[in-house]
């Protein structure tokens, strides 16, 4: 069965540094999605992205935030200074159509310290 | 904006026996889908059911069945012949094609005892 592959399944950054979250979506969806969840908590939409733009931002998904498909598979979020808040497990997700529900990845759990 | 709400933080079940998580939501659309996604210790979204909101017949999946009342806007997920591989966070989801994003309940931790 098709899935959603995230890399780093873990990454540590300091404070202030930038990260880069990657994700290769299923090879024939359209539509591709960020969500966070932070530990224990609910699961929250930073943003989507269909036919090479953002579709949907939350209020989360502020100017630290931006998302790029840099060759056609591989789908990106990067977070430019990190801060402490941002430590949470981000998932990325795709769908041909997202009535259908999405496809999960298995998340980064990012940890800034 | 769309809300969404699962009223039962933890759960548990004994093995083999039924068990119900609930979900209310709130919408001005009449064209919706709702999912019902597991959350297992290993931390990855698995999609459990769906029902779309212009069908009156409850969806089911196996063991798993939806209870959709469209007018009093709830969308309960029954697991019957609960196993120990369904322990896990159980999501509740909307999505409309105006929004283009799936918005989750807080969810319910169920825990299923030997």
New interface residues.
Partial sequence: EPEVTQTPSHQVTQMGQEVILRCVPISNHLYFYWYRQILGQKVEFLVSFYNNEISEKSEIFDDQFSVERPDGSNFTLKIRSTKLEDSAMYFCASSDRGNYGYTFGSGTRLTVV | AQTVTQSQPEMSVQEAETVTLSCTYDTSENNY?L?W?KQPP??????VI?Q?AYKQQNATENRFSVNFQKAAKSFSLKISDSQLGDTAMY?CAF?S?A?????????TRLMVKP
């Fill in positions: 889908y999912f996604y290993s931390r990855q979204m698995i999609l769906r779309e999501f999505y094609n929004g283009n994003m799936l918005t989750f309940g807080g969810g």
